[in-house]
Antibody, heavy 123, light 106 residues
C-alpha cells in the first residue's frame, strides 16, 4: 500500500520560503508514468495544483506559481520536496503531496494522497 | 489557461440519483477524473479515465464525458456520499481542477 506523509514547519513568516517534504512508502518512486505532485487548498476553497516531478528530476509547474516554486526529488530517500519562495498570507493553505499517474493520452489522475499539512503565513 | 467549471452546489434526496457536471472547452477530447473530499480529509479518487472506478469505490459511482461536459453520477445516493467533489483534467503539461461542488444529501 502506497503511503505519503508531508512534513515541515506549520508557520512561515512573510517573505520567507515555505519548505515541505513528502516521504513515500510502498513505492520506489521510479515507476514509469508516475509523477510526484503537490496540491494545495486554501481554507474553505478548492484544490490548486502546484506542480509535479518525475523521478528523473523533470518538473512541471502551475504557471501561476512557477516563478516561486521549486520541486525536487531524492529517490534514495523516497522523498520529494516543495519550496515556495516569497510567501504571503495568500499562501496559507493545506498542502498535500500525492502520486500522479500519467498514462500519456489515456489517463492522468492522483491516486494516493498524503493527509495534508496546514501552513500558515501570518499577515 | 484551461478552465473547468462546476456548479457550487447540488442537492439530492437519499436514494435518488445525483449528477454533478464539469464543463470545459472540448473536455470530451480529454480525460477527466473525479475526487471526493469529506471535511477534514484528503481527496479520494472515485472516477478516472472518464468512467473507470478504482478498486474499492462503490458501483453507484459512475462517470461520462462527451462534448464539453464530464458528468459524475451517483445512483442511490447515500448520506455518506455528502461531500465536496472535484473534477480534474490535464492540459498542456498542467493539471487542472474544477472549482468543486458541494453535494448535500437531504
Amino acid at each position: 500500500q502506497v503511503q505519503l506523509q508531508e512534513s515541515g514547519p506549520g508557520l512561515v513568516k512573510p517573505s520567507q520560503t515555505l519548505s515541505l517534504t513528502c516521504t513515500v512508502s510502498g513505492d520506489s518512486m521510479i515507476s514509469g508514468g508516475t509523477y510526484w505532485s503537490w496540491v494545495r487548498q486554501h481554507p474553505g476553497k478548492g484544490l490548486e495544483w502546484i506542480g509535479y516531478i518525475y523521478y528523473s528530476g523533470t518538473t512541471y509547474y502551475n504557471p501561476s506559481l512557477k516563478s516561486r516554486t521549486t520541486i525536487s526529488v531524492d529517490t534514495s530517500k523516497t522523498q520529494f520536496s516543495l519550496k515556495l519562495s516569497s510567501v504571503t498570507a495568500a499562501d496559507t493553505a493545506v498542502y498535500y503531496c500525492a502520486r500522479f499517474r500519467d498514462g500519456s493520452s489515456y489517463y492522468q489522475f492522483h491516486d494516493y494522497w498524503g493527509q495534508g499539512t496546514l501552513v500558515t503565513v501570518p499577515s | 489557461s484551461y478552465d473547468l467549471t462546476q456548479p457550487p452546489s447540488v442537492s439530492v434526496s437519499p436514494g435518488q440519483t445525483a449528477s454533478i457536471t464539469c464543463s470545459g472547452d472540448k473536455l470530451g477530447n480529454k480525460y477527466a477524473c473525479w475526487y471526493q473530499q469529506k471535511p477534514g480529509q484528503s481527496p479520494v479518487l472515485v472516477i478516472y479515465q472518464d468512467s473507470q472506478r478504482p478498486s474499492g469505490i462503490p458501483e453507484r459511482f459512475s462517470g461520462s464525458n462527451s462534448g464539453s461536459t464530464a458528468t459524475l453520477t451517483i445512483s442511490g445516493t447515500q448520506a455518506t456520499d455528502e461531500a465536496d467533489y472535484y473534477c480534474q483534467t490535464w492540459d498542456s503539461d498542467t493539471v487542472v481542477f474544477g472549482g468543486g461542488t458541494k453535494l448535500t444529501v437531504l
